[in-house]
Every structure is written in C-alpha cells, then in structure tokens.
C-alpha cells in the first residue's frame, strides 16, 4: 500500500517499499525560492540598467574602447548612485561606520575578484 510524505510543502504518494534513494528520486529536488521583489522604482530601474555594461554590450565593444565602457559607467553609477539610490547609500555608510574593518575586507575581495578589461 502507498504512503504519502509531506516534502517541501507538498504532499506525494511513494510505494511503501521504497528506499531513501528511491523517496528521493521521487520527490526531487527542493524548488527553488522566488527571488526578492524588486523594489527599485522606474528611474532607479532605468539608471542601473543605462550604467551597468553586459556581455552583449562587452562583446560589441571595440577593444580599444572596452576599458573607456567601463571606466565610464562606473563613474556615472559612482557619481549617480548616492542620488538616485540614497536609501542604500544611507545603509551602506551605517555599515562602513559600524564594521570598518569588515567593509574593507568586502571592498577588498570585491575588488580582487572583478575581471580586468583587456
């Protein structure tokens, strides 16, 4: 006679028989979460999207010009950034204040992992 188990929040019928392997199999793996909500507004949305460079636009980009890309989007959101994202600004300097040393350990591998234009 089948059983039913309770996973991740559904309900499935397996043979009484059946192995862990086998329960596994069956039930699959855990869905993944809903990623959070975006709560930027239009204007935030559109900002980080016009100074953030993809691939698609990495791969169209001369050589010659890909450092300057970067280089000038990274000013823009430098620049930009504590004005049309303030809230996260304000967070961001609380943190800076409460843990300097974890902060700059986060600047730091940050930094060092980010891949070189070339």
């Known amino acids: 006679m089948p059983r039913t188990i309770q996973a991740d929040g559904r309900t499935i ?24 909500p975006d709560t930027r507004n239009a204007i935030q949305r559109g900002f980080d999207n016009l100074t953030n460079v993809t691939p698609e636009q990495d791969a169209a980009t001369p050589a010659l010009l890909k450092p300057m ?8 959101q430098a620049a930009g950034s504590p004005l049309i994202h303030p809230i996260q600004t304000v967070e961001g300097m609380g943190h800076l204040l409460a843990h300097p ?16 234009s070339s």
């Open 69 to 76: 890309a970067h280089f000038g989007a990274g000013a823009i």
């Open 13 to 36: 019928t397996v043979p009484d028989d059946a192995t862990p392997d086998e329960i596994n199999q069956i039930v699959g793996p855990a869905p993944k979460p809903a990623p959070p």
């Open 101 to 116: 040393i974890d902060t700059a350990e986060s600047m730091y591998q940050s930094a060092s992992k980010t891949p070189r």
